[in-house]
């Protein structure tokens, strides 16, 4: 079991260049996530979806985009990067249970995360 | 809003000592709540987590955490830290129905000889 696997693990763009970040998971999980991590700001998210085919905004979407074509596969886009873009991307997943008419979400399994330097 | 909250930005430990890691909860119904450790340039990983049933749960690398609904807190603890536990820790909850998990800012750590 791989758990959760990004890719790639460092990169720098220029201003205006895009590019894509892969997330893998072999778990079998509904659920996946992006994050940003930066210094004194904690996690927050970018994107998640709740199952194959079906994405939803987070608190910070602007300048990204997302596809889950895939269950075990969650792609993040920056169509033209920008310096503000500048930080550690995480992903993760979670596996979810049905508790009477409610849906319980589980921990999240992270992977371990992209440093991107945009120029 | 649904939240959690680290009130503890930066804490300072002997090897040895004791550690408590402070963390307050904001929610309508019984949160699931968790605690992660980030060491540095790594993912997250999770230290334990609270469902329900007995108030203490115990995690990996020796680490404890004690749901108090009184309190609104899931403080996590450690008797005797190790430098090895200097990282940073994030509290964090979601509820039934919820998609995504609400962060604390976290804690940073820092263990010295």
């Known amino acids: 079991n791989a758990g959760v696997t990004q890719t790639p693990k460092f990169r720098v763009l220029k201003t205006g260049q895009s590019m894509t970040l892969l997330c893998a998971q072999d778990?079998?999980?509904?659920?996946m996530y992006w994050y940003r991590q930066d210094p004194g700001m904690g996690l927050r998210l970018i994107h998640y979806?709740?199952?194959?085919?079906?994405?939803a905004k987070g608190e910070v979407p602007d300048g990204y985009n997302v596809s889950r074509l895939k269950k075990q596969n969650f792609l993040l886009g920056l169509e033209s990067a920008a310096p503000s873009q500048t930080s550690v991307y995480f992903c993760?997943?979670?596996?979810?249970?049905?508790?009477?008419?409610?849906?319980?979400?589980?921990?999240?399994?992270f992977g371990p995360g992209t440093r991107l330097t945009v120029l | 809003a649904q939240s959690v909250t680290q009130p503890d930005i930066h804490i300072t430990v002997s090897e040895g000592a004791s550690l408590e890691l402070r963390c307050n909860y904001s929610?309508?119904?019984?949160?699931?709540l968790f605690w992660y450790v980030q060491s540095p340039g790594q993912g997250l990983q999770l230290l334990l987590k609270?469902?329900?049933?007995?108030?203490l749960v115990q995690g990996i690398k020796g680490f404890e955490a004690e749901f108090k609904r009184s309190q609104s807190s899931f403080n996590l603890r450690k008797p005797s830290v190790h430098w090895s536990d200097a990282a940073e820790y994030f509290c964090?909850?979601?509820?039934?129905?919820?998609?995504?998990?609400?962060f604390g800012a976290g804690t940073t750590v820092t263990v010295r000889a």
């Open positions: 979806s709740v199952g194959e085919g079906t994405t």
């Open positions: 609270y469902f329900s049933g007995d108030t």
């Open positions: 993760a997943s979670s596996y979810t249970d049905v508790q009477g008419a409610l849906i319980g979400v589980h921990e999240q399994f």
């Open positions: 778990m079998n999980h509904e659920y």
């Open positions: 964090a909850g979601i509820t039934l129905n919820d998609y995504k998990l609400s």
């Open positions: 929610y309508g119904a019984t949160p699931y």
